[in-house]
């Protein structure tokens, strides 16, 4: 396979206004120590937790798009949902801020066993220093209706909110990825590489189906691996399957999308979103320690173990040359030390 010549992007995405918030491109970073230690292909990582907007993060570049369409529409609210530890609600708090807008979070308590440091410290902490308006619910099925509630009730005090979905994921919000995925191409194209593989975790799909539909449009053939964080592979499939194709619509593009395009990949999930697991925590251990890398318990932990976990069955040779997005999360950590309570002194192989 031969390393990707740069392709245009399509001339449709410039008819989208995009809010400022990235600092510019992140960085890509070998990860030499890792990939020898263990002897697999080599490891790159797209450095996603520099977005440059309050810890960073993949939000940041979903964001730039429906900030913009958020202010176009006359909106002096930004209104979403997520988990306590939500990185989108946090990275939303922050764009709001930045844009001079309000912000109000609905965030649903997943682990109510957990210490109150849990409710209290990493994200939900930011959420509240950023100047967003957090209202916590109980656990539940739909968050959809719990958004629609709190537009509504926004409405009456005569605001004039901006609902943005679970995770940013739209095709608007998807459209951050289309930019990714050539940024990516570039950045590696430059360096000399290629990309074989692309690695990343998966849950409201906007990433991966973003990225995806930046690749197709690229011609590009690098798999995307997405390891899912929330839900069985199958639905998470049908879900990036979905947003990819109307990403491609709304740039123009043939939307239509070979079937083994989307990987999905469940294993790692444990016992549900937000639960950790031995693997999340060896894998955010031994990147801290072989890379000086902070990955997150939720997201990027969880999908490391998926590629670590990969490497060592021999999914990959040793001149494959694969990309783990570092999709951020990072301010998590703070919320689940009592997730690595017993483990820190453990020999990593
Ligand atoms: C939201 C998030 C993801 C998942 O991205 P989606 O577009 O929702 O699939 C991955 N990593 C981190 C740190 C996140 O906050």
Redesign the pocket.
């Known amino acids: 396979m031969s390393i990707a010549a740069s392709v245009a992007l399509p001339a449709t995405l410039t008819c989208y206004p995009r809010y400022p918030l990235l600092t510019g491109p992140t960085p890509l970073q070998r990860l030499d120590r890792l990939s020898d230690l263990l002897g697999g292909p080599r490891i790159h990582i797209k450095r996603d937790d520099c977005t440059g907007l309050a810890l960073g ?3 940041a570049r ?1 964001l730039e798009f429906l900030v913009a369409d958020a202010l176009a529409q006359g909106a002096d609210t930004l209104v979403t949902v997520g988990a306590l530890q ?3 609600a946090r990275m939303t708090a922050a764009a709001a801020a930045r844009a001079g807008l309000r912000c109000t979070l609905v965030l649903q308590d997943r682990l109510p066993d957990a210490p109150a440091s849990h409710r209290e410290g990493g994200n939900i902490f930011l959420d509240g220093l950023l100047g967003a308006d957090v209202v916590v619910v109980p656990a539940q099925e739909s968050l959809d209706e719990v958004l629609a509630v709190q537009v509504q009730a926004l409405r009456e005090q005569g605001r004039v909110p901006y609902a943005i979905a679970a ?3 739209s095709p608007l919000g998807a459209l951050g990825y289309v930019l990714a995925a050539h940024e990516l191409l570039e950045q590696a194209a430059d360096a000399g590489h290629r990309v074989d593989a692309i690695v ?9 189906a973003g990225l995806i539909a930046g690749l197709v449009q690229a011609g590009h053939a690098a798999a995307v691996h ?1 390891h899912c ?1 929330s839900r069985p592979a199958a639905q998470q499939t049908d879900k990036v399957q979905e947003l990819a194709s109307s990403t491609l619509a709304a740039l123009g593009l043939p939307a239509q999308l070979a079937d083994h395009v989307v990987h999905t990949d469940d294993r790692q999930i444990g016992s549900g979103y937000g639960h950790p697991t031995a693997a999340m925590c060896e894998a955010v251990q031994l990147l801290a320690r072989f890379e000086a890398i902070l990955l ?1 318990p ?3 932990g969880k ?1 490391m173990a998926g590629l670590i976990a990969d490497i060592r069955a021999g999914r990959y040779t040793r001149e494959q040359q694969v990309v783990f997005i570092h ?3 990072s301010p998590a950590l703070f919320a689940y030390r009592w997730a690595f309570a017993g483990s820190a002194e453990e020999e990593t192989p």
Request: net charge positive; proline share 0%; no cysteine.
């Open positions: 993060g993949n939000k979903k939500s990185n989108h995770g940013g994921s990343l975790a998966t849950g409201s799909a906007g990433t991966q997405g964080v997150d939720v997201y990027t999908a999709t951020g999360g």
